[in-house]
């Protein structure tokens, strides 16, 4: 047995290196291990959107605070990360979801959130490619976009300029009580461990409540100036709120290379990681809807990823029931990205006996008290 580390972390995405990163400007001793590459999992198949999110307070309150590490962040980014500070356009095509747009304004700015309503015409002004009549929208000013892989990359650089050790290509097929049991035979000890292994974390730590939700994405050529901001329908949080059935919606981000980034899609129980055709074009007519014009686009790449997603929509972020040793950092579904830089200071704080900047309460694993049966139901 060999000792690895203070901390050791299983999962090289962006969750995995935010967490090595604040430890490591901690002065802890970090090892994050890898079985593939960075960035092989839900982050390499996210679309990059740092969004604050109102589903719930504990949500809010975890993307608010990350948005806010990112803007203090973004001039310490290199030009690969393609950091911009788009916003989001919320679009509402009929007077049902004008009323959200209104109940979600209010609720930003009871909250300290700009946000402002556009009416049909400033819709228009602000993004004329897309289709008319729409009912207005909301636009977020504060929110950004980045590309995940080489923001975890940076993440994980810093980590190991301050002393963290990075291994790729080791597979963990074990963890817990100070341990990790490697493919090879190897085991490494550590005072803590993390898991943050995105959708495979319930492999290593058995009664995760983590099942993986496939998704869809597609990338264009190059068309500068068709989109300026980040756009998404309202309907995008009907389907969000489906944690069973296949749903599409229009979502789509505008690059610093002028391509764009079409999604989104979400399906549950889909084991295999190929194209879903039937899926992909109920995606692509859904942004053909409200985006004529990308029609006539051509398309370069077109990719899938599985996603953490809990039963409740928030993360697992924090110690691990009667385990003192293990730590879990997981189930950031489609919100892995914006939340990565909050719940890396989270897991710090916990480990340091230190008070996090917002409760972490929500977060705790220990919610999570389900009977074997139901956690091999779910998973």
């Known amino acids: 047995m060999t000792r690895a580390a203070d901390v050791l972390i299983v999962g090289a995405g962006i969750v995995g290196a935010a967490c090595a990163l604040e430890l490591a400007k901690a002065g802890v001793r970090v090892t994050i291990l890898e079985e593939r590459f960075v960035s092989a999992g839900a982050t390499g198949a996210s679309m990059g959107h740092i969004v604050v999110m109102d589903d719930s307070e504990a949500q809010f309150s975890l993307t608010r605070y990350s948005q806010v590490l990112w803007e203090e962040l973004h001039e310490e980014l290199p030009p690969d990360v393609e950091y911009e500070r788009c916003g989001t356009i919320w679009i509402a095509a009929d007077e049902e979801e004008m009323a959200e747009v209104r109940r979600k304004c209010s609720y930003y700015a009871d909250r300290g959130v700009p946000a402002e309503i556009l009416d049909p015409r400033s819709l228009h002004d602000a993004e004329p490619h897309l289709r008319v009549p729409l009912a207005g929208g909301l636009f977020v000013a504060g929110d950004s976009v980045i590309y995940p892989p080489a923001a975890a990359s940076f993440l994980l650089q810093r980590a190991v300029e301050l002393g963290a050790t990075l291994h790729l290509g080791k597979a963990v097929v074990s963890l817990g009580k100070g341990n990790a049991g490697l493919a090879d035979g190897t085991t490494l000890s550590a005072g803590r461990l993390i898991n943050a292994a995105g959708q495979f974390a319930p492999k290593l730590t058995c009664g995760i409540q983590i099942k ?168």
């Open 212 to 379: 993986p939700r496939k998704g869809h994405l597609v990338i264009t050529d190059r068309y500068p100036g068709t989109v300026r901001h980040q756009l998404v329908e309202l309907g995008y949080l009907k389907s969000a709120h489906s944690l069973t059935s296949d749903s599409v919606a229009f979502n789509i981000q505008p690059r610093k290379t002028g391509q764009l980034l079409i999604g989104s899609s979400r399906q549950y129980n889909a084991e295999h990681d190929e194209v879903d055709s039937a899926i992909l074009s109920r995606m692509l007519e859904r942004a053909f809807e409200y985006l004529p014009a990308v029609a006539s686009f051509a398309g370069i790449r077109i990719w899938t990823g599985f996603r953490p997603a809990t039963p409740d929509k928030l993360p697992l972020i924090g110690p691990w029931l009667d385990d003192p040793t293990l730590y879990i950092a997981s189930g950031h579904e489609g919100l892995g990205i914006t939340t990565s830089l909050a719940t890396g200071k989270l897991i710090c704080a916990q480990i340091l006996g230190q008070s996090p900047a917002i409760p972490a309460e929500p977060y705790l694993p220990s919610r999570q008290t389900v009977s074997e049966t139901n956690v091999e139901a779910h998973v």
